[in-house]
């Protein structure tokens, strides 16, 4: 056998081989074929080179919306001053604390930040070391005697309610962790009208004159030197 006759021998064993077999073709007609391309060519769009430009009405229409929108900006933001849109703003008005001062509300967030640690959210103290606020002779009673316990912290024995308590209470009136008149006029007054309380607040005034009073006393008080200058009710 020369090497021509058996390379013909082996294609003729294997009748299937290549990409067009006799057996594929043989399947699909002229016809199916034809059909086909048509249905492909029916549901594709038509290829093009590169890409269409945006509609020119389109670039108007954007155009216009933000010509529009910086108009409405400047008649309706307020100039993004926070209080806008309080009912007595005044136009023009460029003071940026136009939102009154709401001491319940200033006092409440200084409560939760600094005192609720110790003296807990409802105001209760916790047993044996914090004294509870609500309640408290303290709190609701002499104005001046309260201010001064912020103002300079308190230690050493104390009854709050017929219970004992002995510990730190830290100052907030001195430098460095001094609060202002005015966050000392939201505290105090807010402790004496949260959970129970019902006690007229303390105004800023008497915060200031308080401060000038002790201007001379260092350190934290004691108890009993508070009920000597301000006996309980
Ligand atoms: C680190 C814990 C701690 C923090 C924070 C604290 N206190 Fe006190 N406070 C005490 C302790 C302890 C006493 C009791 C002091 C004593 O034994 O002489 C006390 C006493 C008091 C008293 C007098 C007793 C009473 O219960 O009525 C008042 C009023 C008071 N604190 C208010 C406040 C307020 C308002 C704040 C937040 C601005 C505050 N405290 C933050 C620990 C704390």
Known sequence: MSNEDHRR?????MPNSGPFSEK?????GDDTIHRIHQQ????KE???EGFSPVPIFLLFLFGGLVFWAGIYLANGSGNFLPGAFTPDFKVGDTNKTAVAFDPLKRGERLYKNNCAACHQANGQGVAGAFPPLA??????GDESRFTKILLRGLQGPIVVNGEEYNGNMPSYGENGLGWSDRDLHAILTYTRQAWDNDAP???EE????VRAEIAGKNGAWSAAELLSAH???
Do not use: F, G, I, Q
Request: hydrophobic share 40%; aromatic share 6%; no cysteine.
């Open 9 to 13: 021998s082996n294609a003729e064993d």
């Open 24 to 28: 594929d073709t043989a399947a699909y």
């Open 40 to 43: 492909l060519a029916r549901e």
């Open 46 to 48: 038509e290829p093009t």
């Open 135 to 140: 309640n408290s002779a303290w709190v609701t």
């Open 201 to 203: 607040p303390v105004t």
């Open 206 to 209: 008497t915060v200031a004159a």
């Open 231 to 233: 006996p309980m009710e």
